[in-house]
């Protein structure tokens, strides 16, 4: 079956740590976005990327950076610069810029 | 800056009910809205897509409805089940393929 698959599900963090985020498309779509959820906030946009090696910062990118060397793949990673990093991490994907966004299942990213 | 508000926050009702649920914009330039679900701990589910030359999308028990001139959306869901029991969130583009600006959702609970 298509679909967006993130991994872990679960992700704990020490001080002073970098931890990756897998997302894994095979939906064949071009546009691949992070996004940020926080309890009582709407979801907030990290990065996107509308083509294999092109991104850009969306609203709340520091302490954070991606890669998109793949069209399937755009993982996110959450550096030590990241003050605040617990949070659910949702990934989704797009065909293009007027057509639905699809999201995975997310990670949650707590701190040890 | 796009800002997306969504009323109410919260909201319990009979089974078999219909209800609304309502999604306001400020900047009314969008090229369509999108209608998700969130089951807890869960990623999001994409409901309904309404583009900006649409007043109106149907899917089952669901209509969306969209007013770009008074920076409105609705959300109808007919004959409320236990399973409809999530919270709904609205997304408009925040400008081409560049992501989505999120509200911050109802919670509907549906008591059996």
């Known amino acids: 079956d298509g679909g967006i698959t993130q991994s872990p599900k679960y992700l704990f963090r020490k001080e002073g740590q970098n931890v990756t985020l897998s997302c894994e498309q095979n939906?064949?779509?071009?546009?691949m976005y992070w996004y940020r959820q926080d309890p009582g906030q709407g979801l907030r946009l990290i990065y996107y990327s509308q083509i294999v090696n092109d991104f850009q910062k969306g609203d709340i990118a520091e302490g954070y950076s991606v890669s998109r060397e793949k069209k399937e793949s755009f993982p996110l990673t959450v550096t030590s610069a990241q003050k605040n990093p617990t949070a659910f991490y949702l990934c989704a994907s797009s065909r293009g810029w007027n057509q639905p966004q699809h999201f995975g299942d997310g990670t949650r990213l707590s701190i040890l | 800056k796009q800002e997306v508000t969504q009323i109410p926050a919260a909201l319990s009702v009979p089974e078999g009910e219909n209800l609304v649920l309502n999604c306001s914009f400020t900047?009314?330039?969008?090229?369509?809205l999108q209608w998700f679900r969130q089951d807890p701990g869960k990623g999001l589910t994409s409901l309904l897509l309404?583009?900006?030359?649409?007043r109106e999308q149907t899917s089952g028990r669901l209509n969306a409805s969209l007013d770009k001139s008074s920076g409105r959306s609705t959300l109808y869901i007919a004959a409320s089940q236990p399973g409809d029991s999530a919270t709904y969130l609205c997304?408009?583009?925040?400008?081409?393929?560049?992501?989505?600006?999120f509200g911050k959702g109802t919670h509907l609970i549906i008591q059996p």
């Open positions: 939906l064949n779509h071009d546009a």
């Open positions: 309404i583009q900006s030359s649409q």
């Open positions: 997304a408009v583009p925040r400008g081409g393929a560049d992501g989505l600006t």
């Open positions: 900047d009314s330039a969008i090229y369509n």
